[in-house]
């Protein structure tokens, strides 16, 4: 094989290559994805075995495609490290809480809802809650706490407290 083939070769495969990274680049901002983490965490008995985790939160969307909220979710792993799903509270479950309960402290930010949205390159400070069946000593001494939020699309993000 000649030099000109291999030269028209390698112009080939760098014109190609150019191409896919300008494709690659070029659209990057259209991936929805979120970036966030935990602003506070706090803990309210319900009884000896139960206990609801309000988590104050922020999250920023850093593509150029709007997230609306289908599912919240948080999960909780205690120190012995079997994950548990916590019972998400409403809005209005929250609201009474923190109407009811002086012990829980002030109220920071608005509880993110289902299809609440998310615009592109913003960033929110929301709160959510859950009741974990665990005593309060467990949920206080936890390995990690996650925050699961999945988009009407199907596209989820995760925020993680702890390792």
Do not use: Y
Request: negative net charge; aromatic residues 6%.
């Amino acid at each position: 094989m000649s030099k000109q083939f291999w030269g028209f070769l390698l112009a080939g495969v760098a014109v190609v290559g150019i191409a896919l990274a300008g494709l690659w680049f070029g659209t990057k901002s259209s991936h929805l994805a979120l970036d966030g983490k935990f602003l506070k965490v706090r803990t309210l008995a319900l009884g000896k075995d139960a206990c609801l985790v309000v988590v104050d939160f922020r999250v920023a969307n850093t593509s150029a495609v709007p997230f609306v909220v289908r599912d919240v979710t948080l999960k909780l792993t205690p120190a012995s490290g079997a994950e548990v799903d916590g019972s998400p509270a409403s809005k209005t479950d929250i609201d009474h809480v923190f109407e009811a309960e002086k012990l829980i402290g002030p109220r920071f930010n608005d509880v993110l809802s289902i299809e609440d949205r998310i615009a592109p390159n913003k960033t929110l400070d929301r709160m959510t809650a859950a009741r974990f069946e665990l005593p309060e000593s467990l949920v206080d001494g936890r390995k990690s706490l996650a925050l699961r939020l999945e988009d009407v699309d199907g596209t989820a993000a995760e925020v993680r407290e702890g390792p």
